[in-house]
């Protein structure tokens, strides 16, 4: 006994630290977890105010020189968009022609280019590779195409190499006064553009032909310009395209015009609003939770509120915005922040519970964007090249019908474009100045990737300690077992003892293949012809829990039975589970952060509670009754569909809901090759399964 | 009697599943091999670095066959053999089927190959250290290592390995660098010195390190395959002869049945045959290399553009090493004295290594490849693969190994965030360098760390082998 406590005393203190950890392990977890959904809550209130933090930039320091002349034009542009659709019929081709005469009228250069709309479709190999590693679709359909129309200024003080890219979803055969407004505002700013001496980089604008989506044009268009293109495709294309028979049109080359390697991109839209103000509104998700470079949201929000007095929002949660919770612990927040301010006046910690709110509606909904992994707006196809892009959707107060209310908003919107263009213009490198990782709370509050990565870190926290702990334990489990068996000396047990994680390992293993499996399926069941969301996702059940039984029937049940394992089997299944489960969300915190987040929330404290259930009743305490209730809900309401099916109940109510709902769902996930998809099937589902396999264990 | 039928049964059901497991690893490659252009392993800094590509190596053939130094233009830095061998292979190709298909079941077979050559090794490891426990009367540690083959342990830890599938899937020339130094080791172990000559001097040949491994392959010639430390066998004759003076006969009877089957003595002879071997191989190996590069260039380009090139680290392109990084930002003024220094890192171990840990080399030989494909210029996974097989050979030494949970679990984790944090770096562009090296210099540590935990337990194994040996006789008396 001496001589263990002599050589306890010796060891170093971090390894008295972490065996200090280990053995509190439960009040680590639940302390951790608290603090993380705490640290989770009060994000609204740590956010800082935006700042612009590339000085290059400059915002708003020159006078506009956007003028009525060129709003004038513009609405002789608008004028004839809009007689054109009065009559429909061959107004698709007539469109393009008369903006790319405007165009060109102007002194740019004009070309057309012509795409076939590619259906989304599920590559299960793509996730992680460039954007230009994917194989070109072979089986688009040929029939249908649409047309882009590109103008390029070539800047004056130029050399070509950089470019601005302005886009204007315009559907021709459908599009209202709304999308010819956006044109309208892109084209005053384009024939400021062409005539000023201060342009350093060449400015594109397509006109994305948006009858077949919004993302879909423009994503094409910035494949065709960033693979190169050789001589057979080009002369494909000038061949089947004569279809204009307007002698003007036949002029416009359909082969793809370049200019160099984009600094920013805006997309432009127009709403009807329903509010009492003008508002611009900011969509800046991009796919798996990408966001543009904090900066150019910080130019375009300093420039509407400060330069055209715009009210800029970004979306919101509606009905967080009423919900009671969230308005009382906002009143707790502030008046936490206010007993605060009494200690040290320095801490700027309170904000009002109103604000928290908001900054709550909005924090949710940019982490939700985020999470789905599906880009908000066409300018998620830049993120995939690395250029920064948003998209601006003005909403007036009144109908766009009086001309002078017209007029005063094609100048502001102009203005506006022209400052964040002059601003950009400035830049001599790329963005990278500020922050790539946030979230926003409010158009001009934000919270960075280190303060929010705390609260992530906490609440993951306890996975290490824990799956240590379990393992530790039965490691002392193991010794007292064998001197029990030294009476039939089963060295082979002994060495197999110590290895005999690697079993739970290997289940957890096999666990993650089905996981691969799983998500795999949504691929061939897709192929089926003429079926519904309801029985695609039966099937895809039934499938599943098949593959599971064989998996198992191949790969688990041989070595289980040959050396049956002791009691803390489970334990070893559980410290192999969390550890994987760990590594798991520490990968998807980087690919996505809001994903992990979200998915951390729902299963960390499921992972940490697993328990056998029988245990469970055998022990008839408090306690147990209580982990047992837990389990048990836990164990339903973290099924994926199961929670899905409960936050659509929550926030649409339970009435309109379909089994289908979930397959189309997961398939708007796959088709836009969402991370999370692969997180839910590869992460969360084996996590999911091996809590009730251990739930369920016979011990 | 029964128990021996059992476990001859089970000795059958044992090899039985081997066999299906090896298929099994054959077929899911075969499978791999067919997706190769969704996968593109082939381009993975993880798996192709400036030495084992496989384009780059298709790149000099195709400067070879047009009249020029296969070493122009600093894109081919591997061996001219391997140009003359693989070389037609990569231009070769079979309508209908993946481009690099020959290649590929070529790498395929090698890894077969190696497996088969690590199971005999593990074979005879095993048996040289049952008899050596017999030999010290523990019998009972010898019986449980007759139960499960280490060799098959090692083998299918070797095909199974992800990294070893990646390394095959994705057209490195690592399977057959790795292939030559199992086979080194597989030579020395059935003392056959001119096989292990051959292995050594094409690894060297072929990635210069293993040269190191001259240290272990002499000793396994010299000394027979790893035993407990020769002290034990010496203390264990001496306490015998001290205890039973009367039985005089029977113990001169086991000291020259000890004498016979573990040589004390270091004994020379296929040591010297081994190195007369080795200057037959290297000389061979020169001329032919000399033939093959006669016309352009000669063997000094060859030299420099191989040797050169891994030992100046020209090639600072991202991989799996820390070294890229480091000469990436040294001044230029610096550069040699820690090209000095990194190199050094490597030699400065092998000494008291093998002091150490001389009664073991082929765990030496593990350590030291270990090592050197952690400091290596240009690591990939290839020479991880090879490392965590030979791992295998060990599973009954190591079974008391600190940290195994949370080093495999570490190695998991890192393995697969180095992927992400490259994507992070180059396609999306949030991301910088650092990312990718910290990946880089974890992984390092874990292999660091399962280097040092595995040398203790190894140590700690002979610790116990030796109270074993020390309180045997004590409990037969009571």
Redesign the interface.
Known sequence: MAETEVSKKRKRPIVRLAVLLLSHSVLVSVICCTAGVFGLLLLPVLAKNTYISENALMPGSASSMLSNQEVSEANKLIKELNNLHSNPLGATTESHGIVAKYMSNLGAQVNNHKFHPQLNQFHP??F????D?G?MQENSTRSLYGINTVGIIRAPRGDGKEAIVLVTPYNAVKGGVRETLSLGIAYSVFSLLTRVTWLAKDIIWLVADSQYGEYAPVAAWLRDYHTPAFSNLDSLNTETCHVGNNNFESKISYGIRRSGTMAAALVLGVAYGNENEDTLGIYAEASNG?MPNLDLINIVHYLAVHRQGLRVKVEQFHWLLNSKWVKSLGEVFESLGKMVKTLNPDWKLGISAADYVEGAATLASSLYHQALGVPTGPHGAFRDY?VDAITLEFSLRISFDRLDRRNDFLLHGGRLIEGVIRSVNNLLEKFHQSF??YLLTSPSKFVSVGVYMIAFALLVAPLPVVA?SL?AKTLDLNPTSEKDKSAT?N??G??LQ??K?LNS?KTVFVVHFWGATVSLLPYFISQIPDSDPTTNFSVWILLSILSLEILRWILVSPSSHIYGLPQGEWATLK?ATI??F??GL??MS??NFATAEIGALLMVPMALMAHPLKLDVRGQSLRSILRMICNLVLGVITFPPATFFVFKGVIEGFSGINAGDFWNWVESLWAWNSATYLYIGMVHLPCWVLCVQILLHPC | METKKEEKKSKIKQTSSFWVWVTASVIFRLILIYFPKNLNFSSRPEVATPVTSIRRLAEGYWLKQSSMSPYAGSMYHGSPLLLSLIGPLTVKRIEGQPNHLLCSLLFLLADVVSAMLIRATGQTLQMSSCLSLKSLDLVELSKNSEMLSSGDIAALVYLWNPFTIVACVGLSTSPIENLVVILSLYGACTRLPPLAAFGWVMGTHLSLYPGVLIIPLILLLGNGPDAPPRKLFLQRRCSKGGKNPSSDSSCQEEELFNQSKLPITFSWKPVIHFLFWASIWSVYVLVLCGISVKQNGGMLEMFKSTYGFILTVEDLSPNIGVLWYFFAEVFEFFRNFFLIVFHMNILVMILPLAIRLNHRPCFLAFAYIAISSMLKSYPSVGDSALYLGLLGWFVFELADLQFSFFLFWGCVGVSLLSPVMHNLWIWRGTGNANFYYATAMAFACFQIVLVVESVSAILNYDRKLRKLSITKPVDGKS
């Open positions: 190999l793509h992680f590779s460039g954007p590693s194989v990408q690395q790539f990782l240590a393992y000396s060295e082979l002994s060495v110590s290895w994680w390992v410290s550890s994987s760990f590594i520490g990968l980087v690919i």
